[in-house]
Each structure stands twice: as structure tokens, then as C-alpha cells.
């Protein structure tokens, strides 16, 4: 489905992220971790936010990579250990 639809429409589902991977926009009715990209939905506008959504073309390539590799952690690299201590120490986390 994701591969032929135009935008996905959620309230906070993980297939707007997924959707992304397809160059798909969202549409958010709910709060969600990967919202930065997506298009609110505001009951007041909602046909706006429709418009909003079927003309969207953010550069999802980029949006991806910053939310892997930029904001999460990697557990896949060479930097992993270092990356998780790091997030450790900023908590104030003993280790």
C-alpha cells in the first residue's frame, strides 16, 4: 500500500516512518517521534492540512539519516560504545 498511496493519513503510527522510506508525506493527528517532516493535522484547517500534505516534498534521505544516525544510537557501528557512555554521562547515569 505504501508504495502506491499519495501521503499517509495516522494518529501516531510508526507507517508514517515507514512511509517515508517510500517518499511518502504524512499526515499527523497525533503526536509522534518522527513528526519533524510530517504535516500537523489542525481540525480548524483541515482541508488546508490536506493541500499541505498532497503538495510535501521534503528531502526524506536526509530526514532518515538524521533521525538513524544523527539522533539515535547506532548499534551497528564502530562508535557504539562510545556514543552509549556518552549518553550515559550526559544523564548523569553512573556506568
Request: aromatic residues 18%; glycine residues 6%.
Amino acid at each position: 500500500m505504501l508504495q502506491t498511496c499519495d501521503y499517509v493519513v495516522t494518529q501516531n503510527s510508526s507507517v508514517a516512518f515507514a512511509g517515508y522510506f517510500f517518499g511518502k508525506p504524512a499526515l499527523l493527528f497525533g503526536n509522534i517521534d518522527f513528526h519533524h517532516i510530517a504535516i500537523k493535522a489542525d481540525m480548524t484547517y483541515l482541508a488546508t492540512a490536506f493541500t499541505n500534505v498532497a503538495q510535501a516534498r521534503p528531502d526524506y534521505a536526509r530526514y532518515l539519516y538524521w533521525f538513524w544516525q544523527t539522533q539515535s544510537i547506532n548499534a551497528g557501528r564502530d562508535d557504539v560504545h562510545s556514543k552509549i557512555a556518552a549518553r550515559f554521562e550526559r544523564f548523569g547515569w553512573p556506568m
